[in-house]
Antibody, heavy 121, light 110 residues
Framework: QLQLQESGPGLVKPSETLSLTCTVS??????????WGWIRQPPGKALEWIGT???????YYNPSLKSRVTISVDTSKNQFSLKLNSVTVADTAVYYC?????????????WGLGTLVTVSS | QSALTQPPSASGSPGQSVTISCTAT?????????VSWYQHHPGKAPKLLIY???KRPSGVPARFSGSKSDNAASLTVSGLQAEDEADYYC??????????FGGGTKLTVL
C-alpha cells in the first residue's frame, strides 16, 4: 500500500522560501514507472497543480509558478521535495504531494493527506 | 489562457442522479485528451474517480461514470448517497501547460 506524507514548516514569512518534503513508503521513488507531483489548495479555492518530477530526470512546472519553483528527488531517503521562493500571503495553502498513475499526462492516483502552510509575518 | 470551467454547485436528493460538467475554454478541446475527475472531502486527500474521460480505477463504485461530448466532459453520480456530498474537480493534461484543474463543484445531497 503506497503512502505519501508531507512534512515541513507550517509557517513561513513573506519573501522567504517555502520548503516541503514528501516521504514515500510502500513504493520506490526511483521507479521508472511513475511520476511524482505537488498540488496545492488555497483556503476556499480550487486545486492548483504546482509541478511534477520524474526520477530526477525531468521536471514540469506550472507556467504561473515556474520562476519560483524547484522540485527535486532524494532517492537515498525515498523522498521528493518542493521549494517555492519569494512567497507571499497568496501562497498560503494546503500542499499535497501525489503520485501520477503513470506519466505526467496521467492523473494522480495516490495522494498525501496534505499539510497547511501559512505565509505570515 | 486555457482553463476548465465547472458549475460552482450541484445538488440532488438521495437516490437521484446528478451530472457535473467540465468545459474547456480558451483552447481547442482536442487539446484536453486526458480528463479525469476527483472527489474531495474537506480535510481528506482527494480521490481519483474517473480518468481518460470514462475509466474507473479499481474500487470506485460503478455509480460514478464519466463521458465526453464536443467541448465538455461530464461526471454523473447515480443513486446519490449522503457520503457523496463533497467537492468534485475535473482535471486534464494540456500540451505546454501540463496539468490543469477545474474550479471545482460543491455537490450537496439534499
Amino acid at each position: 500500500q503506497l503512502q505519501l506524507q508531507e512534512s515541513g514548516p507550517g509557517l513561513v514569512k513573506p519573501s522567504e522560501t517555502l520548503s516541503l518534503t514528501c516521504t514515500v513508503s510502500g513504493g520506490s521513488i526511483s521507479s521508472t514507472a511513475y511520476y511524482w507531483g505537488w498540488i496545492r489548495q488555497p483556503p476556499g479555492k480550487a486545486l492548483e497543480w504546482i509541478g511534477t518530477i520524474f526520477y530526477s530526470r525531468s521536471t514540469y512546472y506550472n507556467p504561473s509558478l515556474k520562476s519560483r519553483v524547484t522540485i527535486s528527488v532524494d532517492t537515498s531517503k525515498n523522498q521528493f521535495s518542493l521549494k517555492l521562493n519569494s512567497v507571499t500571503v497568496a501562497d498560503t495553502a494546503v500542499y499535497y504531494c501525489a503520485r501520477h498513475l503513470s506519466t505526467v499526462r496521467s492523473p494522480f492516483d495516490d495522494w498525501g493527506l496534505g499539510t497547511l502552510v501559512t505565509v505570515s509575518s | 489562457q486555457s482553463a476548465l470551467t465547472q458549475p460552482p454547485s450541484a445538488s440532488g436528493s438521495p437516490g437521484q442522479s446528478v451530472t457535473i460538467s467540465c468545459t474547456a475554454t480558451g483552447s481547442d478541446v482536442g487539446g484536453y485528451n486526458f480528463v479525469s475527475w476527483y472527489q474531495h472531502h474537506p480535510g481528506k486527500a482527494p480521490k481519483l474517480l474517473i480518468y481518460e474521460f470514462r475509466k474507473r480505477p479499481s474500487g470506485v463504485p460503478a455509480r460514478f461514470s464519466g463521458s465526453k461530448s464536443d467541448n465538455a466532459a461530464s461526471l454523473t453520480v447515480s443513486g446519490l448517497q449522503a457520503e457523496d456530498e463533497a467537492d468534485y474537480y475535473c482535471s486534464s493534461y494540456v500540451d505546454d501547460i501540463h496539468v490543469v484543474f477545474g474550479g471545482g463543484t460543491k455537490l450537496t445531497v439534499l
